[in-house]
């Protein structure tokens, strides 16, 4: 890949996350390029490999060269740096390390909207700047603690190798499952000590948080509280919800727009039927990632696409006759871009 295509596709994934969020870090850029993906940002956090580069689809000089990018785009935006420590989810909270070089520094600033404002920026920079939750890992498979050589139900990385919770001195700690945010919340603020456990999801290829590790009396104290306001959360919880909706309604319409921009041969009605079909809160469309809440065109653009391929072509028909899914995406391919073409008007 040239430099100015870089260049250019460095500038794209940055500004999706500066839309989405006002503030861009390298781990943006480097996601939104599919350089790596997040299982492998969670990996890299809780201390299984010495450097994020191990999992990088590139090499180290292709990051490094991404870095400087970066920079220099921010900096042509008149963006904030703000240097941000990196420190791994174990006991002993070492760096982590982005390379295996020495120059470390371009790869923790983030760089923040000069829109923001100094309270706002303020909060993010303790926010990014705080120790992560201890990770425990509730393994899929058999393992072994590196210290006594026996196993159990989780283990905590230290010095590259898994050990039991007997020996990280966490024993003590009982299991709170996930399910009830305010609950595990407030025992985790009560408990002196804390680890939050996660499992491998094989099929979604992510660690998923399956609960919480802390202490008894903290559990016990968390429950008084919860059962003292509950009736107060309830209520919130409903304000929350009608507040969601407005959003996901107002996130929708905008999106419509934008196909109907776009695609002008498009019905205004089916705009609408593809854009509240693929911003579905919780459904992990397209709509729903970054690039599409930023309204990036090659999002509006595939979420198009995917309604073309269900509603206009014989893809769903070729899956059920078992057509393997790619031969069955090249089979309808030209079906797809003579819609598209009539969409552009």
């Given amino acids: 890949m040239s430099k100015p295509n870089l260049a250019r596709r460095v ?6 996350a500066l839309t989405t ?14 350089w790596l993906h997040s299982r492998h940002v969670d990996t890299w956090r809780q201390g299984r490999v010495g450097t994020l580069a191990e999992l990088a689809a590139v090499d180290e000089e292709r990051l490094l060269t991404t870095a400087a990018l970066l920079r220099d785009w921010a900096r042509a935006k008149g963006l904030k740096p703000v240097e941000t420590p990196y420190v791994a989810g174990t006991r002993d909270r070492r760096e982590l390390r982005f390379t295996s070089g020495p120059e470390q520094e371009p ?13 706002r920026v303020r909060r993010l920079t303790e926010a990014q700047s705080k120790a992560p939750d201890l990770v425990a890992v509730a393994p899929l498979e058999a393992w072994t603690c590196a210290s006594c050589g026996d196993t159990g139900p989780y283990l905590i990385m230290e010095d590259d190798r898994p050990h039991c919770l007997t020996c990280a001195d966490m024993d003590h700690l009982v299991f709170l499952p996930s399910g009830n945010a305010a609950l595990s919340r407030r025992a985790k603020q009560e408990s002196g000590l804390s680890a939050v456990v996660v ?30 306001d509950e009736e107060v959360r309830l209520r919130r919880r409903e304000r929350d919800r009608e507040r969601r909706e407005l959003q996901d309604v107002d996130f929708q319409a905008r999106m419509a727009a934008e196909i109907a921009r776009l695609f002008p041969g498009c019905p205004q009605e089916r705009a609408r039927e593809i854009a509240g079909h693929a911003a579905q809160r919780g459904s992990g469309r397209v709509g729903r990632t970054a690039a599409a809440k930023a309204l990036d065109e090659n999002a509006i653009t595939l979420a198009v696409i995917a309604s073309i391929r269900h509603l206009d072509t014989d893809y769903d028909r070729l899956l059920m006759a078992g057509v393997p ?4 995406r090249e089979r309808i391919r030209q079906a797809i871009d003579r819609k598209l073409t009539e969409f552009r008007g």
């Fill in 21 to 34: 969020r006002k503030y861009v870090t390298f781990i943006d850029v480097v996601t939104g390029l599919r």
């Fill in 325 to 328: 899914r790619m031969e069955a």
């Fill in 11 to 16: 500038a794209e994934a940055a500004q999706i």
């Fill in 199 to 228: 499992r491998y999801n094989r099929r979604r290829k992510v660690y998923q948080r399956v609960g919480v590790l802390v202490e008894e009396a903290a559990l016990a104290a968390a429950e008084e509280r919860c059962l003292a």
């Fill in 107 to 119: 790869f923790r600033v983030h760089w923040l909207s000069p829109d923001l404002g100094e309270a």
